[in-house]
DNA sequence: AAACGGATTGGCT
DNA sequence: GCCAATCCGTTTC
């Protein structure tokens, strides 16, 4: 299920709260390998009220409080009971500036999973939503990707994670790629 | 019951 | 480069 955080680079995050719709190219994502996965919360199969989100079926939100401070978004992939899910780190802003202009001083600047959320409006409300609804959605466009080239390396943040720290399960495009890709988007 | 540390960020040195 | 901010699951007493 790894080949689906690389999968999402490229499709457009779509937020309607506040009032306002943002949409952002998604352009940094890390899997997270469910329970083979020691960086990943359901490592070993644990289940807590925070983690039980992942045990949804794909396509649902996960979103927790990571050091008490800032709220970070995963896409939940594979099926229910298998906990497998794909954290946005990064996206680079399409439409909405002024909603992101409200919630974030350095609004032009999302690459992050914390200021992802801070800029789109997500928070904990959105835990365990279903990412075809009317508030969070995800959407895909028909992108010739063999032009951009997509960056693999370890995860951020997961030294605690032993021989798995090292994993290849980081995606991203640089910024450049991210801005000749939504030029050929037409929302 | 208390301590510890984390899928981070922004501000200051 | 360092450090504080600050909640919650896990570990340890």
């Avoid at 045990?55 to 401070?69: E, F, K, Q």
Wanted: proline residues 2%.
């Amino acid at each position: 299920m790894v080949f689906l955080a690389r999968d999402l680079i490229g499709k457009v995050l779509h937020t309607q709260l506040d009032g306002a719709h943002v949409a952002a190219l998604i352009t940094e994502t890390e899997a997270y390998n469910g329970v083979v996965d020691k960086a990943c919360h359901a490592y070993g199969g644990r289940r807590t009220k925070r983690t039980e989100t992942m045990y949804s079926n794909g396509g649902t939100s996960y979103i927790y409080l990571c050091y008490g401070i800032h709220f970070l978004f995963n896409v939940v992939v594979s099926g229910k009971d298998d906990p497998k899910a794909v954290l946005i780190r990064g996206v680079e802003l399409i439409t909405g500036d002024d909603a992101v202009r409200k919630r974030r001083k350095r609004w032009n600047d999302l690459i992050g999973p914390g200021k992802v959320t801070q800029g789109l409006g997500i928070s904990t409300k959105h835990d365990l939503k279903d990412l075809t609804g009317d508030e969070i959605w995800v959407t895909q466009h028909a992108l010739d990707l063999s032009k951009v080239s997509i960056n693999v390396g370890p995860r951020i943040g997961v030294d605690y994670a032993e021989e798995d720290a090292l994993l290849p399960y980081r995606f991203w495009i640089d910024k450049q790629d991210a801005c000749i890709l939504i030029d050929r988007i037409a929302l």
